[in-house]
T-cell receptor, first 113, second 114 residues
């Protein structure tokens, strides 16, 4: 019930291409879905987040697509750049004070020049 | 803003020794989280505190691990005795209050147990 499954484990994209990372969750009580970005040697940092009342959220080149009925959400990185090379984690939680984030396994993205 | 501060940044110790990791959360944040990251297991939540009170420690591997938060500005994660399988990067994160608030991660402590 608390799992968040993320795929693929690793992804290689050419510069300018579209990177797509997928996540699926089980707990229908989840109502907050953030994506975190982690560069080598650094802690994860919030990239973008969505709530289930919308099906898509876009911030610059980053877009979250959300499918509530399928219990799936995905991160799309348009015009991928070498600087986007990092590990990306999806996560989910319930919007109650004190509750925890459940993280996916992570996707290591490499954008080749 | 200084962000979440962790110390030490790197720790190398021998099996059987006690290890203490320290964290200073962002001022005003009500929740604090300890995570462990390894290649094999990814990012695991060990324990989290809300208003200095431990809420969920189900991720703590075993009795060798303990965490405290004596006040709103300081937390420790202790491993006694340490074992080679404890080698990992340990992150501390803090959050203002609500579950939908951003978690801010520290730079991590890379622990190596020989």
């Amino acid at each position: 019930q608390q799992q968040v499954k993320q795929s693929p484990q690793s992804l290689i994209v050419q510069k300018g291409g579209i990177s797509i990372i997928n996540c699926a969750y089980e707990n229908t009580a989840f109502d907050y879905f953030p994506w975190y970005q982690q560069f080598p040697g650094k802690g994860p940092a919030l990239l973008i987040a969505i709530r289930p009342d919308v099906s898509e959220k876009k911030e610059g080149r980053f877009t979250i697509s959300f499918n509530k009925s399928a219990k799936q959400f995905s991160l799309h990185i348009m015009d991928s750049q070498p600087g986007d090379s990092a590990t990306y984690f999806c996560a989910a939680s319930k919007e109650t004070s004190g509750s925890r984030l459940t993280f996916g396994e992570g996707t290591q993205l490499t954008v080749n020049p | 803003d200084a962000g979440v501060i962790q110390s030490p940044r790197h720790e190398v110790t021998e099996m059987g020794q006690e290890v203490t990791l320290r964290c200073k959360p962002i001022s005003g944040h009500n929740s604090l989280f300890w995570y462990r990251q390894t290649m094999m297991r990814g990012l695991e939540l060990l324990i989290y505190f809300n208003n200095n009170v431990p809420i969920d420690d189900s991720g703590m591997p075993e009795d060798r691990f303990s965490a405290k938060m004596p006040n709103a500005s300081f937390s420790t994660l202790k491993i006694q005795p340490s074992e080679p399988r404890d080698s990992a990067v340990y992150f501390c994160a803090s959050r203002p209050g609500l579950a939908t608030d951003t978690q801010y991660f520290g730079p991590g402590t890379r622990l190596t147990v020989l």
